[in-house]
Nanobody, 116 residues
């Protein structure tokens, strides 16, 4: 059974930082592309950052220079370090694990609220 469990969301002031974690189980973690998506109220879910099985990293333009995606293969965990947070970063953040032949999996989501 595949599980992706996110943690680390919360309320933070503009300019602050948060680190999201995604603990994966039931998959061969190193063979999956790991991604972080977010969905704000009334908006479509969008890709924020991803790291491929080979380690290639991509970011949405709006978070470049502020967010950093990483993974610890030994711990089966992906991270999203978010700095210089803005109110427009407010959303539910979802962890995603994708492998072309083996499946596409989602976590339950964690709320990030940026507000003073």
């Amino acid at each position: 059974q595949v599980q992706l469990v996110e943690s680390g969301g919360g309320l933070v002031q503009p300019g602050g930082s948060l680190r999201l974690s995604c603990a994966a189980s039931g998959i061969i973690f190193s063979l999956y592309r790991m991604g972080w998506y977010r969905q704000a109220p009334g908006k479509q879910r969008e890709l924020v950052a991803s790291i491929s099985s080979g380690g290639t990293i991509n970011y949405q333009d709006s978070v470049k220079g502020r967010f950093t995606i990483s993974r610890d293969i030994a711990k089966n965990t992906a991270y999203l370090q978010m700095t210089m947070l803005k109110p427009e970063d407010t959303a539910v953040y979802y962890c995603n694990a994708f492998q072309n032949s083996w499946g596409n999996y989602w976590g339950q989501g964690t709320q990030v609220t940026v507000s003073s």
